[in-house]
């Protein structure tokens, strides 16, 4: 191969990963600020659900500013579940997660978002996040998985559906209060397991 | 000069992009395995911005070539090879698009990232079908295919059907899922799906008739063995995005309850996932005791049907390992990472080094 032709396959090679290291850096210095406080973490005073022997715990994060690269940052609202298995055999998870702002306007989580942010979330908080859909707590042991929901403007009050168990959905009432974010209620909803 | 490409420019450059678009995914995918691949998902960014580079500089000859050369074009469509490959550029922009919807909110946010896509699926939809009828229309009337013309190209239509229910899915996955356009979406995909399905079926049996009844294709047409990996892949990851849609539609799309259907699409997408497993190591039997064998494997553009069958099974992969034997996947998900990229680099040279030989303007027919 003659060195011009060499030299062009070397750039077109390269760009990927040139661009990769440049983004890399940038992303997990500080070259792009990103703005994280989390206010509600149940495991500091005990006040996870417990359902069946699993406890839920959550911690919350009611404004995570993440910045595209090219476009202007916006607010995320990114929860942390923790997942104990108190009993005595493994036990299967399947979650899902879904953000009902008033109205009854539902949204799903945003994967994308959440595998962004996720090294971050796991630094601030010591976790390892969960990748499967499904994964196998065994007994006396946590597991982690970060959700993050896009963020509706002028918003006061929401609430959250955790799937998790067969027969019951968890549900964490959120409202505003004097400005803050306040966890103010928290249930566990009867499934309806008709044919209609 | 500029007339002299445009002319020349071929429908197969498609594969090219596909070759590439395709290890943004795979990037991705390997940067969630653990925390020192994080960097991973940097470099998918990077590759989906080549993609993108590359789909605008590739489409505007292969545009043009429409207006400015209809003669060629004919000639390429009625080709039994080369005809196949026209759908490989209406199919980058379903990957284009399929990479804007993973990669593109880190660039753009989240609402121009999906509808960005959505103008991708479109655009895709539109050409694939396109093509689709055209090829099937060519193929019916030519009194010229005969049997010694039958190779796996003939994948690429049935593959590029195939591909459409991926971003369909992928797109109802989070944006889409609560509207409107969430019913379009699945019906388009759903019809897609049967398409690419059973044509792959029946085009398949007529490859294998030549395969089995006839001598195996010359060494230029050696990297189409590896097409065939790309259809039972393309509906794996169909079929874990499609569970993953059902999911983020808290857990019942259309009536499909995620609960009735996530065991059967675990055993369904394994079985299919093993045949593409099967199926490379069957192309790597064939090129090394056979093409490398007899030394019958010259270097060729083709050598691109390498690249996008092998990326599709390394996503199938690491979509797999978030519903079954997660530790075993992951780390094939790796191993085959790192081959796909030494594969890449090895066609990105070699395409280069055919290029300074000046075979781009001595098409083969």
């Known amino acids: ?196 | 000069m500029f007339k002299k490409i445009v002319k020349n420019f071929g429908p197969e450059w498609g594969a090219a992009v596909m070759g590439t678009a395709a290890l943004c995914i795979t990037m991705q995918l390997s940067s969630e395995v653990a925390r020192p691949f994080s960097f991973l998902l940097y470099v998918g960014v990077g590759f989906y911005l080549l993609t993108t580079i590359m789909l605008l500089t590739f489409l505007i000859p292969w545009t043009l070539r429409f207006f400015m050369y209809p003669e060629e074009v004919k000639k390429d469509l009625k080709h039994p090879v080369r005809g196949n490959f026209f759908p490989t550029m209406p199919i980058c922009f379903i990957l284009a698009g399929t990479g804007t919807n993973k990669l593109g909110p880190m660039l753009f946010g989240p609402w121009f990232a999906y509808h960005l896509s959505i103008v991708f699926f479109f655009l895709g939809v539109v050409g694939i079908f396109i093509f689709g009828f055209l090829l099937v229309r060519t193929q019916f009337l030519n009194k010229e295919v005969h049997l010694e013309h039958a190779n796996f190209s003939w994948f690429i239509p049935p593959v590029s059907h195939l591909i459409i229910p991926v971003l369909g899915v992928c797109s109802m996955d989070v944006y889409w899922a609560e509207t409107s356009l969430a019913p379009v979406l699945f019906m388009i995909s759903m019809i897609a799906l049967g398409v690419g399905l059973l044509n792959f079926l029946f085009v398949g049996a007529a490859i294998w008739h030549r395969y089995i009844y006839h001598t195996i294709p010359q060494g230029r047409l050696a990297p189409t063995v590896m097409v065939g990996i790309a259809p039972t892949a393309i509906i794996v990851i169909f079929l874990i995005k499609f569970i993953q849609a059902i999911e983020a539609s808290h857990g019942n799309l259309f009536g499909i309850s995620f609960m009735s259907v996530f065991s059967p699409i675990k055993i369904v997408a394994s079985a299919l996932w093993g045949f593409s497993f099967w199926w490379l190591i069957l192309s790597a039997i064939l090129l090394f005791t056979h093409y490398v064998k007899v030394k019958d494997h010259p270097l060729e553009f083709g050598w691109w049907a390498y690249t996008f069958p092998l990326e599709a099974f390394v996503v199938a992969t690491g979509l797999l390992a978030a519903c079954v034997a997660s530790h075993f996947l992951y780390g094939m998900l790796i191993v085959l990472n790192i081959l796909v990229v030494i594969v890449w680099l090895a066609v990105v040279f070699g395409t280069i080094k055919w290029l300074e030989r000046g075979a781009f303007f001595k098409p083969q027919h």
Not at chain 1, 94 to 116: C, D, H, K, L, Q
Not at chain 1, 128 to 140: A, H, L, S, V, W
Not at chain 1, 153 to 178: A, G, I, P
């Open chain 1, 1 to 196: 191969m003659k060195i011009r032709s060499i030299i062009i396959a070397l750039v077109i090679v390269l760009i990927p990963f040139i661009i990769g290291i440049f983004l890399f850096m940038g992303k997990s210095g500080k070259a792009i600020d990103e703005k994280v406080h989390f206010i509600t973490d149940t495991r500091k005073n005990n006040k996870g659900v417990t359902y069946k022997g699993i406890k839920t715990d959550w911690t919350f994060c009611p404004d995570w500013e993440y910045k595209p690269l090219l476009f202007k940052a916006e607010e995320y609202l990114v929860f942390v579940f923790h997942y104990t298995n108190n009993t005595d055999y493994d036990v299967q998870l399947m979650p899902s997660y879904t953000f009902v702002s008033p109205g009854n306007r539902r949204y799903s989580a945003n994967e994308e978002i959440a595998m962004y942010i996720e090294d971050k979330v796991e630094n601030e908080l010591k976790i390892n996040d969960e990748t499967p859909i499904t994964y196998k707590i065994p007994p006396n042991t946590i597991k982690h998985y970060i959700v993050a929901f896009e963020k509706p403007h002028s918003l006061n009050d929401f609430y959250v559906d955790v799937d998790v168990f067969r027969d019951v959905t968890l549900r964490l009432h959120y409202k505003k209060e004097n400005g803050n974010w306040s966890n103010y209620s928290n249930e566990l909803v009867k499934k309806y397991k008709g044919r209609g």
